[in-house]
């Protein structure tokens, strides 16, 4: 069976989607590009209503190859059929086979029911391990499931349960084994990393976990998305401190600043505590780089809740940030405020001055990179109509190559514009001087190879392209909300 595997939604989902395919591979399947397919899975986001039309209008795809290509069979997994399995069943007919997070034990046995996978396990997979479904320098690694928070806006635990902690062990020789997969960089996520350990209940923490990582593997950069202000210590802000493999920078989303919505969203910080926290963690860690994300237009947000978020933005800027408008969740406390949801376009406005201010933000602090030395890691060679050369030359420079120093996590934060180093080849550590800043990106010329890569890195093939057909109707209203 040639299978082809679409990954949507999180870096979570990603790890889910390289677990499958290992799994997948040991059972007998191939992999190959989509419109090659002859089965193709969607693992599904259901996050935000985007998201979720993004989903569906791939499986659109996906059933369009099913009936004009080579295409047998489509298979729908993940957070979004957990919560609309019912509804996708009924509105996606021609989809094969659904299934939720809690099935997923189930993909094999159901292929091999349908005839879609067929014959023994070739020599060499073994069911259990991740197949990278991108870079191979650039990994995940999941250290943890579910989530115990309680945010009034966010239905995760709903679909994911809570919050549940994967073994120490379990978890570093997973490391070592994208290491010897090519792994260069790697990103520990979870809902929240700061709450890995906690049921042990004897002292074992993200810390913990850090320094075993570091001791066990040789990867050169390690990164930490998705931590909680609330949960951030001493020993692992210290360890960021002292240790180069840990890089300085720290995904910690705030969603608000201004204590009575914060308060409505249920969520832990205030206002004062996070001020307080960012400044501990900018004089402990000089070089951090810091990168959070706020929900604006949340049931109730007045103008001068909005702008206590704007101006506490403007006080302690972040280097990085993401912005999202309010778009309900069915099943969450905040989907029941529907009498104080804010109106559409209101919400869309305050995003954009939101994005805005983080703009001048980014600007800014870009612009203070130019005559400094970076070390960058070489993501893919640049073509000569790259929009990103473009933005920042008039005559793109050849040869040119796409990376990211450290402050710059993987597809959200900006590129730098590696300019020569022939021959560099994804997965390689450069020195660069930065010669130039745009809003979000940079660009900079190679003084010294660090690190060479091995040749094991490379993208995988992208996913299906949305068709833009007519969705069908799931109770989803837009990304904006109502």
């Not at 259990?128 to 115990?148: D, F, M, N, T």
């Not at 209940?201 to 950069?221: C, H, Q, Y």
């Not at 940030?321 to 778009?327: D, E, I, R």
């Not at 073509?383 to 473009?390: F, N």
Request: aromatic share 4%; proline share 6%; net charge negative.
């Amino acid at each position: 069976m040639r299978l082809g595997l679409i990954s949507l939604g999180c870096d979570k989902n990603t790890v889910d989607s390289e677990r499958m395919l290992a799994e997948l591979v040991g059972h007998g399947a191939e992999p190959a590009d989509v419109d090659e397919a002859e089965v193709i899975l969607v693992n599904t986001c259901g996050f935000i209503d985007a998201a979720k039309e993004e989903s569906i209008e791939t499986i659109l795809e996906a059933e369009r190859l099913k009936r004009e290509g080579a295409c047998r069979g489509v298979v729908a997994v993940g957070c979004m059929v957990e919560r609309y399995r019912e509804e996708m069943a009924e509105a996606l007919p021609e989809v094969d086979l659904l299934l939720g997070l809690r099935d997923l034990d189930r993909l094999v046995p159901e292929l091999r029911e349908r005839g879609l996978l067929r014959g023994p396990a070739p020599d060499g997979a073994h069911p259990g391990e991740r197949i990278p479904v991108g870079a191979r320098h650039v990994r995940y690694l999941k250290v943890s499931e579910g989530c115990s928070h309680g945010c009034a806006f966010c239905a995760i635990p709903l679909w994911r349960g809570k919050h549940r902690s994967f073994d120490l062990e379990r978890l570093v020789a997973e490391a070592q084994r994208l290491e010897a997969q090519g792994a260069v960089e790697v990103n520990l996520v979870a809902q929240d990393l700061a709450h890995w350990g906690r049921e042990r209940r004897d002292g074992t923490d993200m810390a913990t976990l850090v320094e075993a990582l570091l001791r066990e593997t040789s990867i050169p950069w390690f990164r930490l998305l998705y931590i909680y202000s609330a949960g951030l210590r001493e020993p692992l802000v210290e360890l960021m401190a002292s240790e180069t493999r840990l890089l300085p920078y720290i995904d910690m989303p705030i969603q608000h600043a201004s204590d009575t919505v914060l308060h409505r969203m249920r969520r832990p910080e205030r206002a004062a505590t996070l001020r307080s926290k960012v400044a501990w963690l900018r004089e402990a860690v000089p070089e951090l780089t810091l990168r959070t994300t706020v929900l604006v237009g949340f049931p109730g947000e007045t103008d001068a809740e909005f702008r206590e978020l704007v101006d506490f933005l403007d006080e302690v800027p972040f280097d990085r940030l993401g912005a999202f408008a309010f778009s309900p969740q069915e099943g969450t406390r905040a989907a029941a405020m529907e009498e104080s949801f804010v109106p559409a376009d209101l919400a869309r406005d305050r995003l954009e001055e939101v994005l805005e201010v983080q703009r001048a933000v980014s600007r800014e602090r870009l612009a203070a990179e130019i005559g400094r030395e970076r070390v960058a890691v070489v993501d893919a060679s640049a073509t000569p109509d790259d929009p990103t050369l473009a933005l920042l030359y008039e005559d793109p420079p050849a040869p040119a190559h796409l990376g990211r120093i450290e402050s710059q996590a993987d597809d959200v934060d900006g590129v730098t514009v590696l300019v020569g180093g022939n021959g560099l080849l994804p997965g390689s550590l450069v020195r660069v001087e930065i010669e130039r800043a745009a809003d979000f990106d940079l660009a900079g010329r190679v003084r010294e190879v660090v690190r060479r890569a091995s040749g094991r890195g490379g993208a995988a093939p992208s996913p299906v392209l949305p068709t833009g057909r007519e969705l069908p109707v799931l109770g989803l209203d837009s990304a904006w909300g109502r």
